[in-house]
């Protein structure tokens, strides 16, 4: 009989015997943490590989996990360079319970943070008792140098307002380019550092149900560069209520943000509390495209005294959104009116109004957007 001849056995390529770049390309897309940590036992080449990835982003959503983790740094102080993704979320009960009262492990948690030296993006949302360790990373210069990305807020027990002085430097930060704060307070002294900071590369600031006075916000926003986009955003009813931004108008808070009028395109404030019975002056804002308001905030409230001047959009708006239905106030229906017939001379590149909020568009406004002799869309949300 003859012989039967089998095929040659092709050895396997086992995955930890790929190059590296090939590597590096298959850990990236796996869907789950879980399979990104297995790999890490496979061998130690695949665990010097995945360790990078795997440490990339991180999400301490209890302290004991970022305690663990800041215990780890002994072992392997250059892990936390590995970071640029970072994000803490974890409630005072869960801290009350686990720190016992050791105020050393409270700023092993900061120490944490600062070994963190290509750290890109940081968000916080821990108890208020970690709000002072926290802020002294943004002190100095070489602290996460590399820092794009920031969010902030610390909560109280009482649900109040957490002081933003305890953070105030993160306004300093050089490469900052975007900065989220909730729910903080700042009176109007604001910065009172004798060191003022150089330009910064912040372009994106939102505050959110923050309660912060309108002098102090006029001279943070003298620090960055080239500010793009600003968002204000309150509750109708603030819970608790506001002591720093109690008395404020919209037209205070507009000059503060005149500051920034050289580089703003986006303003939005939907603050409902901020009145007030003048018609805005937004003429300086030249690089502004869009604006979000409500109706009596740019035209002003209708009250027994005649209103002095007319509002003035700035020159490159776009975009105009009111956050409210219109027609309550005849007396605003007859501003829209004319702005949108005057569009070639008030406003000569608005192009698109957006109102928010149930209720019907008054006849007179949809007459004026048809006999508009520009280009002028409606849109209702």
Same mark, same amino acid.
């Given at each position: 009989?003859?012989?039967i001849e089998l095929p040659p056995v092709v050895p ?189 590369? +912040?372009?994106? $600031? ?7 006075? @309108? *002098?102090?916000?006029? &001279? %943070? /926003? ?94 490159? +708006?776009?975009? $105009? ?7 309550? @106030? *005849?007396?605003?229906? &007859? %501003? /829209? ?40 869309e409606l849109e209702l949300r």
């Open positions: 009989m003859g012989s396997t390529r086992r995955l930890d015997q790929l190059p590296e770049e090939i590597l590096i390309q298959i850990l990236e897309v796996l869907p789950a943490q879980r399979d990104l940590s297995a790999t890490c036992l496979v061998s130690r080449r695949m665990n010097k590989v995945a360790d990078p990835i795997l440490y990339k982003s991180i999400l301490f959503c209890e302290p004991k996990h970022h305690f663990t983790f800041s215990e780890s740094l002994i072992k392997r102080p250059r892990r936390g360079s590995l970071i640029q993704d970072i994000r803490l979320e974890y409630p005072s009960s869960e801290l009350s319970d686990f720190i016992f009262l050791k105020e050393s492990r409270i700023d092993g948690f900061s120490h944490t943070i600062s070994t963190m030296s290509n750290l890109e993006s940081l968000e916080i949302s821990v108890p208020e008792s970690l709000c002072h360790g926290i802020g002294t990373l943004f002190n100095g210069p070489f602290d996460l140098a590399c820092l794009k990305t920031c969010s902030l807020f610390y909560q109280r027990e009482d649900g109040g307002y957490w002081d933003l002085k305890e953070n105030i430097h993160i306004f300093c930060h050089p490469t900052l380019e975007s900065l989220t704060i909730t729910r903080a307070k700042l009176d109007e002294k604001g910065f009172e550092s004798i060191e003022q900071p150089s330009e910064t590369a +912040l372009t994106k $600031l939102h505050l959110i149900e923050c309660d912060i006075h @309108d *002098e102090a916000l006029s &001279e %943070l /926003l003298l620090f960055p560069d080239a500010l793009k986009e600003i968002t204000i955003t309150h509750l109708e009813e603030p819970s608790p209520s506001l002591e720093e931004s109690v008395d404020a108008t919209m037209h205070d808070y507009i000059l503060a943000l005149s500051s920034a009028q050289h580089s703003l395109e986006y303003i939005s404030i939907n603050f409902p509390s901020l009145g007030g019975n003048k018609a805005l002056r937004l003429r300086m804002f030249e690089e502004l495209k869009e604006l979000h308001l409500r109706d009596y905030q740019l035209f002003g409230k209708s009250s027994s005294s005649p209103r002095m001047h007319s509002v003035g959009l700035p020159p490159q +708006l776009e975009t $105009l959104k009111f956050w409210n239905p219109i027609g309550e @106030d *005849e007396g605003v229906v &007859e %501003l /829209l009116c004319y702005e949108i017939e005057n569009l070639g001379v008030m406003a000569r590149n608005l192009r698109h109004l957006i109102i928010e909020g149930e209720g019907t568009v008054p006849p007179k406004i949809l007459d004026a957007i048809k006999a508009s002799k520009e280009p002028f």
